[in-house]
C-alpha cells in the first residue's frame, strides 16, 4: 500500500474533510479518532505517513510522535496545529517530525509532503523486506552452520573456524558452501550485508 | 441495715431517736420495776426476820421464866402463845407454831386445828410446806414460799414466811407475809410506769413530727427548688425563717440571683457572638463570591483563555470548511467529477459554517451579559485594592505604584471587579514593558468637565513604539513574547462595556499612559455623553 495516510484528528469536522481533501488528491486515508486508537493498530511493519492534529485530548500528537518513536516505529510522522506557535513547531521538530502544518491545512503542500514522506517509507520497507527475508534464510541454517555463518561474517579464516568449533577445515569447508549456497549468496560481501542487515534486524 | 433504712429521711432519723428514747424508758422503767420489787421484797423480809425474832424472843422469854422455875413450863408455854396469838396484826401478820412432831402449836386464823397433826397440809404446787418449814427449821431457819389460804380473802395466796426453830420446846415458829400484797403493788407500779412511757412516748412523738414538719418540710420544698432555680416565675420557700433553714434558703437565693443574671449575661453575649459569626460568614461569602468573579475575569482578561478557547472554536469549523472546499476544487479538476460526492462534501462544508457562526454568536451573548454587578464605587479603593493585591503577586512585589487619586473623587458607576482587572491588566503591561528593574506606576485620575472620570495609568518604561500604536488594541497582536495580544482588546471592551472608551496616549515626560473614562454614579446617558 504505497499511498497510506494515517489521520489522527479528534474533531470529527476537521477529521473528515481532511479525508476528503487527501482522498481528492489520490491517497489512500485511514482516519483514527485519537492518538491511542492509532497506536492500538500500529506495528513495526506498518508502512504510511502520519498525519495528527497536535491538540488532542489525554495524547496529544508530539506525545504520538514520541511513543510512536519509542516502539520503533519510525513513519514520518505531519503535526497539525490550530494556531501556529513557533516554540511548539520548532519542539516538534526537534522531537523528530517530518513536517508542521497549520489550520486551515494547505491541501496541495500537504499531500507533497505526504508523498516525500512516503517515498521515504519505501526505503524503510525495502531494508524491512530484506531484513526479513535475510532473518528467514538464516533461520533454515543448522545449528553448526549458523556458528560457521556467524565466525565467517566476523572475518575468520577457516582454519581458525575449525579451531574454534573442533572440528577439521574439511568440514568447515562443506559447511560454509552449504551457508552461501542456503542463504543465497556469492561472495562473502554479501554474507556480510546479509549478516549485518540481520544484526540490525534484531536489535 | 437499719441505718440505711432511716438514713434516707430526716423525719426518720427523728423517729428513731425517738423509738431508741422509748426502748431507754422502757428499760429503764423494766429495771425500775425489777429494783423497786427487790426492795419491797427484801424489806418484807427484813420486817419478817425482825418479827420473827420478836417472837422468839418472847420464846425465849418465856422459856427462861420457865427455866428459872418462876414458871411451870406449861404454863410458859401457854402463856408464850398466848402473847404471841395477840401479837397477831391483822390476818395478815401472825406467828405460827408447829412442834417437830408436826402438830400446829399456834395457828391464829384456825385455832381449830392448834394440836391437829399439819404433816398432810400441801399447797397446789404438791409442796408439803409444813414438812418443808421443819427442814429449814432444822437447818437453822430461813425463807419460805408457799400458797396458803388467806383468811381475809378466803381463798389461796402467795406467801413468804421465815421460819426459826426453837430448839428447847421442839419447836418451830414462823411468821409471814401475803406476797399478793407485794404483786397488787408492783402491778401498780407497772400501770404506773406504762402510764409514763406512754405519755412520754406521745409527748416525745408529737414533738419529733412538730420539728420533723418545721425542719424536713421546707427542706422538701428547698430540694425541689434547686433544680428549678432558672425558672423565674419560681418562689424560694422559707426565705423568712430565722433558723439555719433561712440560711440556706437566703443563699440560694442570692446564688438563684447571681445565676440568673449570668444566664442573662451569657444568653446576651451568645446572641452577640452569633450575630457577629453572621456578620462574617456573611462577609465571607461576600468575598468569596468576589474572588470568584476576579478568578475568572482574571483569566479572562490576563491569560486570554477565553479568547484562544474562542480562536480554537472558530478555527476547527472554518478549517474544516476550507478542507471540504479545496478537496472538491481538487475532483472538479478531474474530467468527470463525482458531483454527488462532491454535493455531499459541500454539505458538510455547510454545517460546518453554520458551526462557526454559533460560535460567534455564543460569544456575543457572552460578551452582552447583563451589568447585575453594577454599583457605586470608589475609584481610589479599588487602586488600593489593586495595589494590595499586585503585592502579593510575583513579580510585581519590587513594584511602586504612585496613587494620586484625590479622595474627593466621586463614585463611579460600574462593576469594582471588571475594573479592577482592567487596572491590573495596564499595571501589568507597565512592568512588562518596563526596562528598569524596579519599574513605577503612577495612577491618576481627575473628574473630566463632561462630568466622566478620567483614570490614567502611566509607566517610566520605553513608550510604545510609534508603528506599533495603531494596532495596540487589535485583538491577538502583541509585542510580548508570552501574550495573546489580548488583553488590551478586552480592557477596552470592558470599558466600553461601561459607557467609557480606553485609549493610549505618550506623555511629554516618556514611557507610555493609557486612559480610561468611566460614568459617576447617578449621572444619565445623556448627562455623561454616551450615544449609543
Known amino acids: 500500500m504505497p499511498n497510506q495516510v494515517y489521520l489522527i484528528d479528534d474533531d470529527e469536522a476537521v477529521r473528515d474533510s481532511l479525508v476528503w481533501a487527501l482522498e481528492g488528491e489520490g491517497l489512500k486515508v485511514a482516519p483514527y479518532s485519537s492518538a491511542g486508537a492509532f497506536l492500538e493498530a500500529a506495528k513495526r511493519e506498518t508502512f504510511g505517513c502520519v498525519v495528527s492534529d497536535i491538540r488532542m485530548e489525554r495524547l496529544s500528537g508530539v506525545d504520538l510522535q514520541r511513543r510512536l518513536r519509542e516502539l520503533g516505529i519510525d513513519m514520518p510522522v505531519i503535526l497539525i496545529t490550530g494556531h501556529a506557535s513557533l516554540v511548539v513547531a520548532i519542539a516538534a521538530l526537534r522531537e523528530g517530525a517530518f513536517d508542521f502544518v497549520e489550520k486551515p491545512v494547505d491541501v496541495k503542500y500537504l499531500a507533497q509532503r505526504i508523498h516525500e514522506g512516503l517515498s521515504r517509507e519505501d526505503l524503510r520497507r525495502t531494508a524491512w523486506q530484506r531484513r526479513a527475508e535475510a532473518a528467514e534464510r538464516i533461520a533454515s541454517l543448522s545449528p553448526r552452520e549458523r556458528d560457521v555463518f556467524h565466525a565467517v561474517a566476523k572475518g575468520r579464516l577457516n582454519k581458525q573456524i575449525a579451531g574454534d568449533l573442533g572440528i577439521s577445515a574439511k568440514t568447515v569447508e562443506i559447511h560454509r558452501a552449504r551457508v552461501m549456497e542456503k542463504l543465497y549468496v556469492r561472495s562473502v560481501a554479501e554474507l556480510i550485508r546479509l549478516h549485518l542487515a540481520h544484526e540490525s534486524r534484531a536489535e | 441495715m437499719i441505718g440505711s433504712i432511716f438514713a434516707r429521711r430526716i423525719s426518720s432519723r427523728l423517729l428513731l431517736i425517738g423509738f431508741v428514747n422509748l426502748l431507754v424508758l422502757a428499760a429503764v422503767s423494766v429495771l425500775g420495776y425489777r429494783l423497786t420489787f427487790d426492795y419491797v421484797m427484801n424489806e418484807r423480809m427484813a420486817n419478817l426476820r425482825t418479827l420473827s425474832d420478836r417472837g422468839v424472843q418472847v420464846l425465849t422469854h418465856f422459856q427462861a421464866l420457865a427455866a428459872a422455875g418462876r414458871l411451870a413450863e406449861d404454863r410458859a408455854k401457854a402463856q408464850a402463845v398466848a402473847l404471841l396469838r395477840e401479837m397477831r396484826k391483822g390476818d395478815e401478820n401472825y406467828y405460827f407454831i408447829d412442834d417437830y412432831g408436826l402438830k400446829s402449836v399456834l395457828l391464829p386464823i384456825r385455832p381449830d386445828l392448834e394440836g391437829t397433826d399439819v404433816s398432810h397440809f400441801r399447797d397446789s404446787t404438791g409442796l408439803y410446806y409444813v414438812r418443808k418449814q421443819k427442814e429449814i427449821a432444822q437447818s437453822g431457819g430461813g425463807f419460805i414460799a408457799y400458797e396458803f389460804y388467806r383468811a381475809d380473802v378466803e381463798a389461796a395466796g402467795q406467801k413468804l414466811s421465815y421460819i426459826q426453830p426453837f430448839e428447847p420446846w421442839g419447836w418451830f415458829i414462823g411468821i409471814g407475809v401475803y406476797l399478793d400484797d407485794v404483786h397488787r403493788q408492783m402491778a401498780l407500779y407497772i400501770w404506773r410506769a406504762l402510764a409514763l412511757v406512754i405519755a412520754v412516748a406521745a409527748m416525745s412523738g408529737l414533738s419529733i413530727w412538730l420539728v420533723a414538719r418545721q425542719i424536713t418540710r421546707p427542706l422538701a420544698q428547698l430540694r425541689l427548688a434547686i433544680p428549678q432555680l432558672r425558672n423565674a416565675a419560681l418562689t424560694l420557700p422559707a426565705l423568712r425563717r430565722n433558723d439555719e433553714i433561712g440560711d440556706i434558703a437566703r443563699s440560694l437565693a442570692s446564688y438563684r440571683a447571681t445565676l440568673l443574671e449570668n444566664d442573662r449575661l451569657q444568653a446576651a453575649l451568645l446572641s452577640r457572638e452569633q450575630e457577629e459569626r453572621r456578620r462574617r460568614e456573611e462577609e465571607k461569602a461576600r468575598r468569596y ?47 468527470t467529477p463525482d458531483l454527488p460526492a462532491i454535493r455531499g462534501a459541500m454539505e458538510r462544508a455547510s454545517t460546518q459554517a453554520r458551526r462557526a457562526s454559533q460560535t460567534i454568536a455564543r460569544l456575543r451573548s457572552f460578551l452582552d451579559r447583563p451589568s447585575e454587578h453594577f454599583a457605586a464605587c470608589s475609584l481610589a479603593e479599588l487602586v488600593a485594592d489593586v495595589m494590595r493585591s499586585a503585592g502579593e503577586t510575583e513579580g510585581l512585589a519590587d513594584l511602586r505604584i504612585e496613587n494620586t487619586i484625590p479622595a474627593s473623587l466621586p463614585a463611579f458607576h460600574g462593576d469594582p471587579i471588571l475594573i479592577q482587572q482592567v487596572l491590573f491588566n495596564l499595571i501589568r503591561n507597565g512592568v512588562e514593558a518596563a526596562t528598569r528593574p524596579d519599574p513605577r506606576i503612577r495612577i491618576s485620575a481627575r473628574l473630566r468637565d463632561d462630568g466622566l472620570i478620567e483614570c490614567r495609568v502611566r509607566d517610566d518604561g520605553p513608550g510604545v513604539p510609534a508603528e506599533h500604536v495603531p494596532r495596540l488594541f487589535v485583538a491577538f497582536v502583541t509585542t510580548k513574547s508570552g501574550g495573546m495580544g489580548v488583553g488590551l482588546n478586552i480592557c477596552r471592551s470592558i470599558i466600553e462595556h461601561h459607557g467609557g472608551s480606553l485609549w493610549h496616549e505618550t506623555p511629554d515626560e516618556g514611557g507610555a499612559a493609557f486612559c480610561f473614562t468611566l460614568r459617576r454614579e447617578g449621572a444619565s446617558d445623556a448627562e455623561s455623553g454616551l450615544s449609543d
Open chain 2, 289 to 335: 463570591r468576589n474572588a470568584l468573579r476576579l478568578e475568572q475575569t482574571a483569566r479572562l482578561v490576563t491569560s486570554g483563555e477565553v479568547a484562544l478557547s474562542i480562536a480554537h472554536e472558530l478555527n476547527q469549523p472554518l478549517s474544516a470548511v476550507h478542507h471540504y472546499c479545496e478537496g472538491a476544487l481538487s475532483r472538479l479538476e478531474k474530467d
